[in-house]
């Protein structure tokens, strides 16, 4: 069963807080991304990347890095979060490039108090 | 319809009643890609469509896409209640490493 996966689900941090999410996928799909969805917008995205080492940014990288160290797991981390960073976060995975599908983890609710 | 810098559209229909969903884009693509995201959950994709395919079909969905205008649509057909959800448009950029999102349609379907 092709399945992407996120932890934690929902998180809570205080301004200034590192934080990591953290994602998986047993697919061995070369491509994972890390997008952010806030009310009423489409999905954002953050990060890609082609593989092992290999990322680039998205269109709003400011204030997020990711690590990519084994084919199935992609992180993202937030470094000193800030307020406006609360969002939901979804990682997802694809074969090669985005011309085949995107497969989607459940999400991350993350608030920054 | 939905555009990458309009607010989310959102539609009320009856069961029974087709609906189309409307996705304009502004960079050229040979793809659009359209997911369907229920609530609580990540967007999972039901049709792709390729610039060479014009109209593509998939149960009771049909999507359309003409590269001149820069446009796609979804129809679905008979809309059931569990059709209720969030659709977004995704348009490919970047030798197709990348996708943008439309800022999407929300479809309610009532009983």
């Known amino acids: 069963d092709m399945k992407v996966t996120q932890m934690p689900r929902y998180l809570i941090k205080r301004m200034g807080e590192n934080v990591l999410l953290e994602c998986g996928q047993d697919?061995?799909?070369?491509?994972m991304y890390w997008y952010r969805q806030d009310p009423g917008l489409g999905l954002q995205l953050i990060y890609i990347?082609?593989?092992?080492?290999?990322?680039s940014e998205g269109d709003i990288p400011k204030g997020y890095r990711v690590s990519r160290k084994k084919r199935e797991h992609f992180s993202l981390i937030l470094d000193s979060a800030k307020t406006n960073q609360t969002s939901v976060y979804f990682c997802?995975?694809?074969?090669?490039?985005?011309?085949?599908?995107?497969?989607f983890g459940p999400g991350t609710r993350l608030t920054v108090l | 319809s939905q555009w990458g810098e309009e607010n989310l559209q959102a539609l009320s229909i009856q069961e029974g009643e087709d609906v189309t969903m409307n996705c304009s884009y502004k960079?050229?693509?040979?793809?659009v890609h359209w997911y369907r995201q229920d609530s609580g959950r990540g967007p999972a994709l039901i049709i792709l469509?390729?610039?060479?395919?014009r109209e593509k079909r998939s149960g009771r969905l049909r999507a359309t896409l003409d590269t001149s205008s820069q446009s796609s649509s979804l129809s679905i057909t008979a809309a059931q209640c569990e059709d209720t959800a969030v659709y977004f448009c995704?348009?490919?950029?970047?030798?197709?490493?990348?996708?943008?999102f439309g800022t999407g349609t929300s479809l309610l379907v009532d009983p």
């Open positions: 997802a995975s694809s074969l090669y490039r985005s011309s085949y599908e995107q497969y």
């Open positions: 697919m061995s799909h070369e491509t």
């Open positions: 990347s082609y593989d092992v080492d290999s990322n």
């Open positions: 960079t050229y693509t040979t793809v």
């Open positions: 469509i390729r610039s060479n395919e």
């Open positions: 995704a348009t490919e950029l970047n030798m197709g490493y990348k996708l943008t």
